[in-house]
């Protein structure tokens, strides 16, 4: 049992999202659905039978989608970094999970949900880490000027080319 586990809030779509998230990772899947009861019901303002809860999970990390209603919004101030080691993996990610929501600037998109994702590179973090301030400047300046990410631009950056 993993200690920690984010709830994402939805309003209804708690199924449709965890049936997406498990479809678009290679090592996911889904767990146990939940339904509200007539106590539930009424506290919550869902209707009786419907889905509550969808457990699922994505790399070992274990997540809870619940149908909560629309009182409660995704912002960017929380987001699901994905770190991707090949190109193949961002164009996958990026595509799957900005369908039918917004891309923005850096490796962050926003899904149809609403729910914020950084499509991002290990490396990175250590490049932009380097002695060599001039070198992480131009790997910030090529990861700014950027949507999706590019691993040849950033490694291109990184070498001075």
């Known amino acids: 049992m993993q200690k920690v586990a984010p709830c994402l809030w939805f309003d209804d779509q708690a199924e449709e999202a965890a049936k997406l998230y ?3 990772f290679k090592k996911a899947k889904l767990g146990p659905i939940t ?15 419907s889905v509550m809860t969808v457990a699922f999970e994505i790399d070992g990390q274990e997540f809870l989608a619940l149908n909560g209603g629309p009182i409660f919004k995704f912002t ?26 917004e891309k923005g600037q850096c490796g962050w998109l ?31 300046a090529a990861i700014l000027s950027m949507t999706k990410p590019d691993l040849q631009c950033v490694h291109r950056a990184y070498e001075g080319r």
């Open 76 to 101: 960017e101030a929380v987001s699901l970094m994905v770190k991707c080691e090949t190109q193949e993996e961002i164009d996958h990610l990026w595509e799957s999970l900005s369908q039918g929501g």
């Open 35 to 49: 339904y509200y009861g007539e106590a539930g019901a009424q506290v919550s303002g869902r209707p009786k039978g």
């Open 110 to 140: 926003k899904d149809k949900y609403g729910l914020s994702w950084q499509i991002v590179v290990p490396q990175w973090d250590e490049m932009l880490r380097d002695k060599d301030a001039a070198r992480a400047e131009r790997v910030m």
């Open 22 to 24: 498990v479809a678009t």
